[in-house]
């Protein structure tokens, strides 16, 4: 089973992609973290828009500049605030935001963990 | 006079659920275990009349009859016939109608079928089932009419939205109605059952057809929504975490953890106020969903026109249902003793749960948080996309493992076998993982354990289907498709995000582009006149440079003159092993257009797999009759 | 029903998020930058549509009162419509200082644009790619920012300029 598995997986490797363009990588994944001021709910990379495409030229100039993609976002969000990014920075306004689904996670797993302990303490009872 | 019709037909349903909430609360009192022969009959007509209701809007829509304000906005005569009629449920109001129409469908089903049930707790649900029939009646009547006339009647329509005249698109929003809206009659039967004081493995019986019903059709439309957004959309994705996507996600959750758990009570009758708490949650949160989606207060790619007085109704509606149900919860809340160990299926059952509630609880905080921050300190973020996968993907490694796991363990308590061929199974998948990075390329230790977890679940499941050709044990089949299609979807969206090869470019008539092994040939461009739009049809040619293999995609600009309206339609070629996809659009003032290219491996086999989910739970359903 | 502390704790929290929903209600979903009025802005040089060798940069500017930075081009509807509220400024009040930016155009038809509806503008700049319009905070055309001698924005107007903001600006740069 497990050898027809592995050749079902070698004989679609006949595609080529085994480099990428680093740069167009980078600059994909920076357009669709950005969001399109002017169009309702899309980011940079899908968006057709004359906005989409200045923003797009004037990252293009940044990466080549060599900047980092939090320099390049710090720059977009000091010209156009917050909202620019999809990616809510980790400030004082944010922490609430990336804290909370882990501290339901560890409360969750706090819950089952007394559950079962009660029916072991039950048990021994 | 269809207007008269229609509303007539609507203000008699709601004089028969004032009868019906009526007629039942005085059989609540009669002893005995028959419900009156009357409430069937008012029963009945109320279905007969709804159903018709609709019938009378499709007809409508069909015959282009404008003197109906919700035809006159949302259609045109040049429409084809059969956007004709889904342009019945494509708009606010008419979709409005088919939840009320699904209400009552359920309301009469659960009725009928659950003759077995104690009277009192069916009374109840209908009670309970009525009082939200009302409730988005009132809605409907006072504010989304679909039935309002106008005079004098317009000679034409103002068309319908040409990205909604796509057939994966006019089946969408039924099949999540049957999911979002089916999920009432558990909330009303739930409500039933804390009052009437029902025993779990009753009530567990009593909803389970339904939870999967519901199941099922919610994770068939949002699969038909993401296949649609990947098709029509021109982005290449096929989920965006986007409130209304979002809003359909929220109940899948809270469903799914429900399905599971109804599993624990209906075998142990243990769990029976978490399940409580569960069949209230999603029909809670599908009214959430549909009021943050149609109150206009997110912004979304998908929102139907927004209104503020949608809101408030919604909203009021929506408060009275959760502080209601909260009390009654709290009033006949009584603390249950739980009696398995750790390495038990319950446990596993409850881990389930856990990650479920985890998940919801995620998107529905990246959905809200904009809008608390927003209120309490004027400062506008966004959640996107980012948010929403870095939080969630790195659980759903350990969830797939537990996934493949769980099942093996028996109620109550199990043996520790289970351990070696755990261990066996997890080096399999790991000597895959690394055959996957010698051949294509490495990639980041998250990518690593979802790879691996992954396969894991995969070669579980196929470990598991092999002994299910030999015991032929039908109640396993199901869970065994499902899981196995969930292994998959995560796997075959791992391969497809980490080696898709994507380039956004600028390119005249007449250019050539070369970008990773492809040469991509800008031949021309060629205009043509449609019935309702004019298309500007670009011809590319693409050569495969490893293998010389030649294909051509045309990708359009689509300009719409009712609405004026420009979309964009992508050129895809759908093999098995890949997906080649290119978009163009128009770079204002200028010769040049901008073009993205997408090749995308394995595209298919996240439908197939997706779609393999959604069959084990029909297959499921089509068991029920087997199963005692 | 025992009233305990988790139940009070419980109906309170979802009585709150009620309550957020319905003040959300009343918000505007629509995005504009409003909140960057009150950063500054910085760091840019402009290049005079007909003249490559003139510039203009921050410096200059701080030696204004005001100056109102306005981004239009020739082949922009509403911004023949605001263009008339330009001319007035530019006429009456020596305080404002008045930059044009030619966002994505032709210099000969902007040239032409001016000529035809008058030049109220003490130095055109040229943003032939838009590239310069983002470093501004701009998104839309036409756009405008009023500055003080500070380089800090105290205004901001998307969309074409209208009564009640041509009198906003006489109030505030009196």
Not at chain 1, 43 to 48: E, F
Not at chain 2, 509 to 521: A, H, L
Not at chain 2, 605 to 613: D, F, G, K, N, T
Not at chain 3, 17 to 29: A, E, M, R, S, Y
């Amino acid at each position: 089973m497990k050898v027809k598995i592995l050749f079902f997986i070698i004989s679609f490797s006949f595609s080529g992609h085994l480099f990428s363009d680093d740069s167009q990588t980078k600059l994909l994944e920076i357009y669709k973290n950005l969001r399109c001021l002017v169009c309702q709910g899309q980011s940079i990379a899908d968006s057709n828009s004359d906005f989409a495409a200045t923003i797009k030229l004037v990252v293009q100039d940044q990466v080549q500049e060599g900047k980092t993609k939090d320099e390049i976002y710090s720059f977009l969000i000091s010209k156009y605030g917050e909202w620019i990014v999809y990616q809510p920075t980790l400030s004082k306004n944010n922490f609430l935001l990336w804290i909370l689904p882990y501290v339901v996670f560890f409360l969750g797993g706090f819950l089952i963990f007394f559950i079962s302990r009660k029916n072991k303490q039950n048990k021994t009872n | 006079m269809l207007s008269n019709i229609g509303i007539s037909l609507v203000v008699l349903v709601l004089i028969l659920s004032f009868l019906i909430i009526y007629t039942a609360s005085i059989d609540l009192k009669i002893s005995g275990q028959n419900i009156k022969g009357k409430i069937y009959k008012l029963s009945l007509y109320q279905i007969t009349f709804t159903i018709l209701s609709f019938f009378t809007l499709i007809i409508g829509f069909i015959n282009s009859d404008f003197s109906l304000i919700n035809v006159y906005e949302n259609s045109h005569t040049t429409k084809p016939l059969f956007y004709k009629i889904a342009g019945t449920w494509g708009n606010h109001e008419g979709s409005l109608l088919l939840w009320v129409n699904i209400l009552v469908i359920f309301s009469y089903l659960f009725l009928v079928f659950n003759y077995t049930h104690d009277k009192k707790f069916r009374l109840y649900t209908l009670i309970f089932q009525n009082i939200l029939i009302l409730g988005f009646l009132i809605f409907l009547l006072i504010n989304s009419n679909p039935f309002n006339s106008i005079y004098p009647i317009p000679v034409e329509g103002l068309g319908l939205n040409p990205i909604l005249q796509d057939p994966a698109l006019a089946i969408h929003p039924p099949l999540l109605y049957v999911g979002f809206v089916g999920c009432s009659i558990y909330f009303s039967a739930a409500m039933a059952s804390l009052l009437s004081g029902y025993d779990g493995k009753l009530f567990a019986r009593s909803i389970k057809t339904w939870v999967k019903i519901s199941w099922c059709f919610q994770t068939l439309g949002i699969i038909v929504g993401s296949i649609w957004a990947y098709y029509e959309l021109g982005w290449g994705g096929f989920w965006f975490w986007d409130p209304v996507e979002n809003a359909s996600l929220l109940p899948w959750f809270a469903i799914t953890a429900l399905m599971h758990s109804l599993l624990v009570l209906e075998k142990r009758n243990t769990l029976y106020f978490w399940v409580i708490i569960l069949c209230l949650s999603t029909f809670i949160l599908s009214v959430t969903g549909t009021f943050l989606v149609r109150s206009g207060i997110l912004n979304s790619v998908h929102t139907f026109a927004s209104d503020p007085s949608r809101g408030i109704y919604i909203l009021f509606f929506l408060s009275i249902m959760i502080l209601s149900s909260l009390t009654i919860f709290f009033l006949k809340y009584k603390k249950e003793n739980y009696n398995f160990t750790l390495k038990s299926r319950e446990t596993f059952i409850l881990v389930n749960n856990w990650f479920m509630v985890f998940f919801l609880v995620t998107v529905l905080i990246g959905m809200l948080y904009p809008i608390f921050l927003d209120v309490l300190t004027n400062v506008k973020i966004s959640v996107g996309p980012p948010f929403f996968n870095i939080v969630i993907i790195p659980l759903v490694v350990p969830f797939m493992v537990l996934m493949a796991i769980g099942p093996k363990f028996g109620w109550v308590k199990s043996k520790d076998k289970i351990f070696y061929k755990v261990l066996f199974l997890i080096l399999g998948a790991i000597v895959i993982n690394l055959f996957i990075i010698y051949f294509f390329g490495t990639y980041s230790l998250l990518s690593n354990l979802i790879f691996i977890a992954a396969i894991f679940l995969i070669l579980h499941s196929f470990l598991d289907i092999k002994k299910f050709i030999k015991n032929k044990r039908n109640t396993e089949l199901a869970r065994i498709i499902s899981h196995l299609g969930f292994g998959l979807l995560v796997f075959f969206i791992g391969i497809n995000h980490q080696f898709s090869l994507e380039e956004d470019f600028n390119l005249k008539v007449g250019e050539t582009k070369k970008t990773y092994n492809y040469k991509i040939n800008f031949n021309n461009i060629k205009i043509k006149e449609n019935k309702n739009y004019k298309a500007v049809i670009g011809n590319f040619k693409l050569t495969n440079l490893n293998n010389n293999l030649v294909q051509y995609l045309n990708p359009e600009i689509r300009i719409y003159s009712n609405p004026e309206t420009l979309t964009y339609e992508a050129a895809i070629k759908t093999k098995i092993t890949s997906d080649l996809y290119l978009t163009m659009s128009n770079v204002s003032r200028s010769d040049y257009y901008n073009i993205k290219f997408q090749n995308k491996p394995f595209m298919v086999w996240i439908w197939i797999s997706a779609l393999m989910i959604a069959l084990g739970g029909f297959i499921q359903l089509s068991f029920k009759k087997n199963e005692n | 029903m025992k009233i305990s502390i988790t139940k009070i704790i419980i109906f309170s929290a979802v009585i709150f998020v009620l309550i957020i929903f319905w003040q959300g209600l009343k918000k505007d979903k629509n995005y504009d930058t409003k909140s960057l009025i009150g950063s500054k802005i910085s760091n840019f040089n402009l290049m005079e549509i007909n003249n490559v060798d003139q510039y203009i940069s921050e410096e200059d500017l701080k030696k204004n009162k005001y100056t109102l930075i306005n981004f239009f081009a020739s082949w922009c509807a509403p911004c023949r419509i605001e263009h008339e509220y330009l001319l007035n400024l530019s006429n009456k009040y020596q305080q404002i200082k008045i930059i044009g930016i030619n966002f994505k155009d032709k210099k000969n038809n902007a040239n032409s644009f001016l000529k035809e509806l008058g030049n109220p503008y003490d130095f055109v700049g040229k943003d032939a790619d838009g590239k310069i319009s983002i470093l501004f905070g701009i998104y839309g055309i036409p756009e405008s920012i009023l500055v003080n001698d500070e380089l800090t924005v105290i205004k901001k107007i998307v969309g074409p300029i209208n009564q009640i903001q041509f009198e906003d600006i006489l109030k505030i740069t009196k």
